[in-house]
């Protein structure tokens, strides 16, 4: 991971961070809160001889700041710190007084500092007072050569501080401070772990990044539109559409390809809405342009755009049909559409058969393009078998539901067929994430192809319905009944996570 890569993961994952933390100043008040108050009292030793002339006063203040560095060593020994407890009547042992108790001497001085800590500021000073005059007291008896001669040196109790003021424990500030920051760097280490082990898909750069997939489009979820809503105003998914399409133009490095699979890795990433929506789209740019049902297993096409069920794919590729008569058209002749049809007891082996392969170049060389939906590629082998007779394929991933490791399964599967990918569309991004949106309520129209005269609705014809008699006979729903149904689509499809 490189620096735009924490960043992203700090962006996408600062309320975690955040909760951390909160949580880490938290923890640091509650337990500033339960720590109990301690108090630090000093006392001081003058450490001096007992040589008074001027002649050896040198040389004596070098030997007493040798001595000093060897009396911090045994300040707190049992031999002077059971006089303390034996003169404080102190209900303690040696060894848990020295605990209380440190010394030091600052360099090139002939002073030794006693600190004693202690819950109370009394007895802290107590303490350390008494300590100290029990410690002059065991320098003098071992400083003498013997019990009538004075000692080289002599230890003095320099003057009396009083009981400390405040508690030097414990220290709001730096507790908040260190809470602050671990609960900082756990966050962004959390973020990281998490990011690191999430499989989940959550943006089009990631697809790019962790699977290699060209991202050629980013979609929003489907909106619900007006029923009386005929004024042409366009959408974010609207926009991001047209984006789609001219994208794919230059994809192929020849424009549009002649037919072109919309699948994805599972159900419900939004593949259906995407062919519907990019058929339409292309469509009203006045292309010829035929939509095809290649889920046989899960057939929705006919109610997610109003259209009778009737005959299909599977009669046509049966020879039960004539392709002419099984094709129905939707939104005054600009999309025709060849649904699923009778169900097929083995899906996976019809098409897979030349006799689709068949309809699908007769479909082609009477339109500009053909999209086809496509059950999911890896529960089933019926995708894969699509896309070796498609002239490219589009894969659908769905935002906050696709996994990396099924998606690389499924690009996996297409290669295995020499399938032509053209890239991914990121599907679920919401509206504001989208490059270049437009106000909310301002009209817009596609800059790059015309928008086609939409037409009062006609009572649908009968299911057999032939090209050369499209216009007058034309199946014909209200834009409002079609985004209704393929709201209930979704749904279904909702339910089936």
Not at 170 to 184: D, E, H, K, M, S
Not at 193 to 201: A, E, I, N, S
Not at 288 to 294: A, I, K, M, S, Y
Request: charged share 25%.
């Amino acid at each position: 991971m490189d620096l735009r890569d924490y960043i992203d993961v700090l962006r996408r994952r600062w309320r975690f961070v955040a909760a951390c933390v909160v949580l880490g100043l938290l923890a640091a008040l509650a337990a500033t809160a339960l720590m109990p108050r301690t108090y630090t009292a000093q006392a001081q030793l003058f450490i001096a001889t007992n040589d008074k002339t001027n002649t050896n006063a040198y040389a004596g203040g070098l030997f007493t700041q040798q001595r000093v560095k060897s009396y911090t060593k045994i300040a707190n020994s049992p031999a002077v710190l059971d006089g303390v407890i034996n003169k404080l009547d102190l209900s303690t042992t040696p060894d848990r007084l020295a605990g209380k108790i440190s010394t030091q001497a600052p360099l090139d001085t002939a002073v030794v500092n006693i600190q004693v800590r202690d819950t109370s500021a009394t007895r802290a000073q107590v303490i350390a007072d008494e300590t100290a005059v029990q410690f002059a007291r065991y320098i003098d008896r071992i400083e003498r050569a013997s019990t009538d001669a004075p000692p080289l040196v002599k230890a003095s109790v320099v003057g009396n501080p009083g009981p400390p003021g405040k508690p030097t424990s414990p220290r709001p500030q730096l507790n908040v401070a260190i809470g602050l920051v671990a609960g900082f760097l756990v966050g962004v280490s959390g973020a990281v772990l998490r990011h690191t082990l999430d499989t989940t898909v959550r943006s089009s750069g990631d697809v790019r990044r962790r699977t290699g997939l060209h991202t050629v489009g980013a979609l929003p979820r489907p909106g619900r539109r007006r029923a009386n809503n005929h004024r042409g105003d366009t959408t974010p998914r609207d926009e991001a559409l047209s984006q789609l399409r001219t994208r794919l133009r230059f994809a192929g490095h020849g424009g549009l390809p002649n037919s072109l699979l919309v699948t994805s890795a599972m159900h419900t990433e939004g593949r259906t809405d995407t062919a519907v929506d990019l058929a339409v789209n292309v469509a009203r740019t006045g292309r010829r342009v035929v939509l095809v049902e290649g889920d046989l297993r899960r057939p929705r096409l006919a109610g997610a755009l109003g259209l009778r069920d009737g005959p299909g794919l599977t009669d046509v590729a049966t020879g039960d049909v004539a392709l002419a008569d099984a094709l129905q058209t939707w939104e005054a002749g600009a999309l025709r559409v060849l649904t699923s049809g009778t169900a097929s007891p083995a899906p996976d082996t019809l098409l897979s058969s030349p006799k689709v392969a068949q309809v699908l170049r007769a479909l082609e060389a009477d339109a500009d393009l053909v999209v086809m939906d496509s059950p999911p590629l890896l529960p089933y082998a019926d995708a894969t078998a699509l896309a070796s007779e498609t002239e490219a394929v589009l894969l659908v991933v769905r935002i906050g539901r696709a996994r990396y490791d099924l998606v690389q399964r499924a690009l996996e599967s297409l290669a295995s067929v020499d399938a032509h990918v053209l890239g991914a569309v990121v599907t679920g991004v919401p509206p504001e994430r989208l490059s270049g949106r437009r106000p909310r309520g301002e009209a817009a129209r596609p800059s790059d192809a015309p928008v086609m005269e939409r037409r009062p609705p006609a009572v649908p014809d009968t299911l057999h319905t032939r090209p050369d008699t499209a216009d007058s006979h034309a199946r014909r729903v209200p834009d409002a009944a079609a985004e209704d149904s393929r709201h209930r689509l979704e749904a279904k499809d909702d339910e089936h996570v």
